[in-house]
């Protein structure tokens, strides 16, 4: 029989339980294109992958020597939304390890994410995964400070009623990893094969205590 072994299990969303980077990658791809900035769906990822776009102003203008408009963001969000409404799925096995961490933990889980929460709760619904998470939702858009900084980690560690420091967090970017450890959690790191060879070792230095490769082993790592 497993035992918890942490207070609470704080959840990334993109990359972690719902396969949303190369959709939304994907759009943002084309759309700076669009403005004179062109690169493969692998190099956008590697650029984006665990950045809020919007955060992301001064680079997309230096490439693209185009101001970066609140409508030119509207119209991404909107084309985004649309690509994960059609495509999004589950990351593999994600349900069923939730299903058993959320009867672990007594349903003591968040999800802490760095994206805008129509996003969030969005994909979650679409992947079958809201039932878990709901009023337990905490997007960096309302935060002080986005990932890296531990903001939206602290934030669902006191909503739930417990330190920080005795969560698990689970996390599959840099930058992600890097807010678990500032929040003072124990990240668990997510690197599935197809992350690439060297992210396993970049997910490590960041801090994480953990890597682990298949969803279906979460919850015994847990508990």
């Known amino acids: 029989m497993l035992i918890p072994k942490f207070d609470a299990v704080l959840f990334d969303c993109d990359g972690v339980l719902v396969d949303s980077e190369p959709i939304?990658?994907?759009?943002?791809?084309?759309m700076l294109e669009?403005?004179?900035?062109?690169?493969?769906?692998?190099?956008?990822?590697?650029?984006?992958?665990?950045?809020a776009?919007?955060?992301?102003?001064?680079?997309?203008e230096a490439r693209t020597g185009q101001t970066f408009t609140e409508d030119w963001l509207a119209q991404f969000r909107e084309r985004r939304n649309a690509?994960?409404?059609?495509?999004?799925?589950?990351?593999?096995?994600?349900?069923?390890?939730?299903?058993?961490?959320?009867?672990?933990?007594?349903?003591?889980?968040?999800?802490a994410s760095g994206a805008d929460r129509f996003k969030v709760e969005l994909q979650l619904q679409?992947?079958?995964?809201?039932?878990?998470?709901?009023?337990?939702?905490f997007s960096g858009h309302e935060m002080p400070r986005?990932?890296?900084a531990p903001d939206v980690?602290?934030?669902?560690?006191?909503?739930?009623?417990?330190?920080?420091?005795?969560?698990a967090v689970v996390e599959d970017t840099v930058t992600g990893v890097m807010a678990g450890v500032a929040a003072g959690a124990t990240v668990f790191g997510y690197s599935p094969s197809e992350a690439g060879h060297d992210a396993p070792a970049a997910l490590?230095?960041?801090?994480?205590?953990?890597?682990f490769t298949d969803m279906r082993d979460l919850a015994a790592l847990l508990g």
């Open 24 to 30: 939304t990658n994907g759009v943002l791809r084309d």
């Open 34 to 51: 669009e403005l004179g900035w062109t690169l493969t769906l692998a190099e956008c990822m590697r650029i984006f992958v665990g950045k």
């Open 53 to 60: 776009v919007k955060d992301e102003r001064a680079l997309i």
């Open 83 to 111: 690509g994960l409404t059609h495509g999004v799925q589950p990351i593999a096995g994600v349900v069923e390890a939730v299903a058993k961490i959320h009867t672990l933990y007594g349903g003591r889980l968040a999800c």
């Open 126 to 137: 679409k992947c079958g995964l809201m039932a878990y998470f709901k009023g337990r939702i």
């Open 146 to 148: 986005s990932k890296p």
């Open 153 to 167: 980690y602290l934030a669902a560690a006191a909503t739930l009623g417990v330190n920080a420091r005795r969560c």
């Open 204 to 211: 490590l230095q960041a801090g994480a205590a953990t890597i």
